[in-house]
């Protein structure tokens, strides 16, 4: 008769030690520094870090539908899971020469909210870089859209893309050209 009493007493101390421990592990997990992962990606001669919370889908390049009277950085539309995604040379809009399409290259949705989204054309994802692997750049502070400037264990430069305030940018979201 004591036998089940002693077996209860003993499953309610491991629920306890389970549930304090649990509560430490949360504590102590709140007081980590977050990791800051980035989404590599080369556009035309730059690397670009997109901040991987912000950034969605990579798809396949294909050709997209010009839309006339457009700015010329705008390249047109293509159509991604049943929705239309505006497709950016953002080279171009960076004011540099046309991002170089080869094998590989893909379209890298910015933003996961699809009402927000719009495309770069990307010559090359690189795949996966953490802040930790970086080290931050002397020299400019971060502007508008344009981040904080990184340098990897290459010595390759590497800056953030500030994915909300570049789609709230009004250059960006004038992509029709004025017609004189």
Same mark, same amino acid.
């Given at each position: 008769?004591?036998?089940?009493?002693?077996?209860?007493?003993?499953?309610?101390?491991?629920?306890?030690?389970?549930?304090?421990?649990?509560?430490?592990?949360?504590?102590?997990?709140?007081?980590?520094?977050?990791?800051?992962?980035?989404?590599?990606? &080369?556009? @035309?001669? !730059?690397?670009?870090?997109?901040?991987?919370?912000?950034? +969605?889908?990579v798809i #396949?390049?294909? *050709?997209?539908?010009?839309?006339?009277?457009?700015?010329?950085?705008?390249?047109?539309?293509?159509?991604?899971?049943?929705?239309?995604?505006?497709?950016?040379?953002?080279?171009?809009?960076?004011?540099?020469?046309?991002?170089?399409?080869?094998?590989?290259?893909?379209?890298?949705?910015?933003?996961?909210?699809?009402?927000?989204?719009?495309?770069?054309?990307?010559?090359? &994802?690189? @795949?996966? !870089?953490?802040?930790?692997?970086?080290?931050?750049?002397? +020299?400019?502070?971060? #502007?508008?859209? *344009?981040?904080?400037?990184?340098?990897?264990?290459?010595?390759?430069?590497?800056?953030?893309?500030?994915?909300?305030?570049?789609?709230?940018s009004?250059?960006?979201?004038?992509?029709?050209r004025?017609?004189?």
């Open positions: 008769m004591n036998a089940p009493r002693q077996d209860l007493r003993a499953r309610q101390t491991r629920l306890q030690d389970y549930q304090a421990m649990l509560a430490r592990r949360l504590r102590d997990a709140r007081n980590l520094p977050a990791v800051d992962s980035y989404l590599g990606v &080369v556009v @035309g001669q !730059r690397n670009w870090l997109l901040p991987l919370l912000e950034t +969605g889908e #396949e390049m294909r *050709q997209p539908a010009g839309v006339p009277l457009t700015q010329p950085w705008y390249r047109g539309l293509v159509n991604a899971r049943g929705n239309l995604l505006g497709v950016i040379d953002f080279a171009m809009f960076c004011g540099d020469g046309p991002t170089p399409v080869q094998p590989g290259s893909k379209i890298v949705v910015l933003s996961r909210h699809v009402e927000r989204a719009c495309g770069i054309i990307a010559t090359r &994802v690189l @795949g996966l !870089r953490h802040a930790v692997d970086l080290t931050p750049a002397q +020299g400019d502070e971060p #502007e508008g859209w *344009q981040g904080l400037r990184f340098a990897d264990k290459e010595g390759r430069g590497w800056q953030v893309l500030d994915i909300g305030q570049l789609l709230a009004p250059a960006f979201l004038q992509a029709g004025t017609v004189a």
